[in-house]
C-alpha cells in the first residue's frame, strides 16, 4: 500500500515538482532577498503615511499610534520601537505634512510594490510591456492599495477582537483564544487573497488565489512559532553583530515573511499554469499511456470515440494535436488509409504548425480510442515555454517527413 502512494504521480506531483522549479528558475533566495530590502526601504514611507491618515480620521492620535505599535512589532519586532519613535518625531511636526511630503512618501515607497509586480509577472512567465509613466503609477496605486489593506487589518483585528471576548463570553466551552486566533486567520487569508489579487498582473481563479493565500498565512504561523524559538536561542549574536543584533534578527524576520509571501506566489502561478503542465507531460514521460496522469488528463481534455467515428476531414481548418490513450486511428489521404497511429503517439501537428487545411483525414479504426485533444493556443505555450519539449516535438516531425 505505501509503495503505491508513493509510486503515484498525479496532478497534485506535477504542481508541487513545479513549485519547486519555479523556485529554482527564478531564483529564490536572491528575489527573497531583493524584495526583503525594498520592503526594509519601504516601511518607514508607509508607516509615516499610515500614520498620518489614521490621525487624520481619528480623534485620538495615540489610538493611532498604539495600533502601528502593534503592526510594527509583527513586522520588524526588536527595532519597532525605535521605528515608531522616530515616526513620532517627524509627524509630531505639522509643518513637514504638505502635499509636496506626502508626495515623496508614496515615491519613496514605489520601489517595493514596482518590485513586487515585475516579480510576480516573473513568476507567471509574463514579460511587462507598459512604459515607465504607466509603471509608476500603477506602483502609486499599489502603495495605496498596501495602506488599505493595512488600515482594513487593523480596525477588522480590533472588532474582532471584541468581538471575540463577546463570544467567549457567552459560549464559555470556546476559549477566547481560539475564537481569536481562527478570525485573525481567515482575516489574514482574505487581506493576503486581495493583496495577490491586485498584484499578478493577469487575472487567476478564485481558488487558486485562496490556496496560495492560506499556504502564505500558514507559512507565516509556523514561521512566528519557528523566530520565537530563534530569539530565545539568538543571545549569543550580541557577540558577533554588537549593537547590529536587533538589526540582524528584525533583518531575518523580515526574510522569512517575504519568503512565506512568495511560497504563496509560486503556489499560485503553479495551480494557474496546470492544465499547460499536465499536457506537457504527454512529451516527457515515457510510455505515458500506461501514466497514472492519464486519469487526470482524460479528465481535463479527454474524449472517447467509438469505430468509424472520424475526427477531422482533409481540407479542414481543425489545428487541434490529438495524443491517442487507447486505440487505434487510422490516416486517410485521397481515399487511401496510408498510416495507423496507435496508443501513445500523436498525430495532426502539420496543421497545428503551418496552420493550413487538413492534408489527411482521420478516423478510429479499433471498436473504440480515448484520446486527448491539445488546443492549437495550449500546444503553442508548451513549445514556447519548454524547450525540451520544443527539440522533441521537432525531431518527431522531421522524422515523420523523411517517411513520407
Known amino acids: 500500500m505505501f509503495k503505491r502512494i508513493s509510486n503515484y504521480r498525479g496532478a497534485s506531483y506535477f504542481i508541487i515538482k513545479e513549485v519547486f522549479s519555479g523556485f529554482r528558475r527564478h531564483n529564490f533566495l536572491a528575489f527573497n532577498a531583493s524584495i526583503s530590502f525594498f520592503t526594509l526601504f519601504a516601511l518607514i514611507p508607509l508607516i509615516l503615511l ?7 480620521w481619528l480623534t485620538n492620535s495615540s489610538f493611532a499610534l498604539s495600533q502601528l505599535i502593534n503592526l510594527t512589532s509583527h513586522l520588524l519586532p526588536e527595532i519597532n ?17 504638505g502635499a509636496i511630503w506626502i508626495m515623496i512618501l508614496f515615491l519613496a515607497a514605489t520601489p517595493l510594490t514596482a518590485s513586487l509586480r515585475t516579480g510576480f509577472a516573473n513568476i507567471l512567465d509574463i514579460p511587462s510591456k507598459n512604459t515607465f509613466l504607466k509603471n509608476k503609477i500603477k506602483d ?9 489593506l493595512f488600515f482594513v487589518y487593523i480596525f477588522v483585528d480590533i472588532f474582532l477582537l471584541e468581538a471575540s471576548s463577546i463570544f ?5 466551552i470556546i476559549k477566547k483564544i481560539y475564537f481569536s486566533s481562527i478570525t485573525s486567520l481567515i482575516l489574514l487569508v482574505a487581506i493576503v487573497m486581495i493583496f495577490f489579487n491586485f498584484y499578478f498582473p493577469i487575472k487567476i481563479k478564485k ?14 504561523y509556523f514561521l512566528s512559532y519557528f523566530f520565537d524559538f530563534f530569539i530565545n536561542a539568538s ?23 517575504t519568503a512565506s509571501l512568495l511560497i504563496g506566489a509560486e503556489l499560485i502561478a503553479a495551480l494557474h499554469k496546470k492544465e499547460i503542465l499536465l499536457l506537457k507531460q504527454l512529451f516527457i514521460i515515457k510510455h505515458i499511456h500506461r501514466h497514472q496522469i492519464i486519469n487526470d488528463l482524460m479528465k481535463l481534455f479527454g474524449q ?10 482533409q481540407g479542414d481548418r481543425d489545428q487541434r494535436l490529438f495524443f491517442i490513450i487507447e486505440g487505434e486511428i487510422g490516416i486517410i489521404k485521397n481515399g ?26 482521420a478516423h478510429v479504426v479499433s471498436d473504440w480510442a480515448r484520446v486527448i485533444i491539445v488546443s492549437d493556443v495550449q500546444m503553442k505555450k508548451i513549445l514556447a515555454e519548454d524547450h525540451q519539449v520544443t527539440m522533441y516535438f521537432l525531431s518527431n516531425m522531421s522524422k515523420k517527413l523523411q517517411l513520407t
Open 168 to 172: 467567549a463570553e457567552y459560549i464559555p
Open 50 to 56: 499610515i500614520f498620518f491618515f489614521l490621525s487624520q
Open 207 to 220: 481558488i487558486y488565489l485562496i490556496m496560495g493565500s492560506i499556504l502564505t498565512s500558514l507559512s507565516w
Open 336 to 361: 487511401d488509409q496510408i498510416e495507423t497511429i496507435t496508443s501513445g503517439n500523436y498525430f495532426g501537428e502539420l496543421s497545428l504548425l503551418n496552420k493550413l487545411p487538413r492534408l489527411t483525414s
Open 304 to 313: 472517447k470515440y467509438k469505430k468509424d467515428k472520424i475526427i477531422y476531414s
Open 140 to 148: 502609486i496605486l499599489a502603495v495605496i492599495t498596501i495602506m488599505s
Open 235 to 257: 543571545s549569543f549574536y550580541g557577540t558577533f553583530f554588537g549593537g547590529m543584533r536587533n538589526l540582524f534578527i528584525s533583518l531575518i524576520w523580515l526574510c522569512l515573511n
Open 81 to 97: 520601537e525605535k521605528i515608531i519613535n522616530e515616526v513620532y518625531k517627524v509627524s509630531a511636526s505639522h509643518a513637514s505634512w
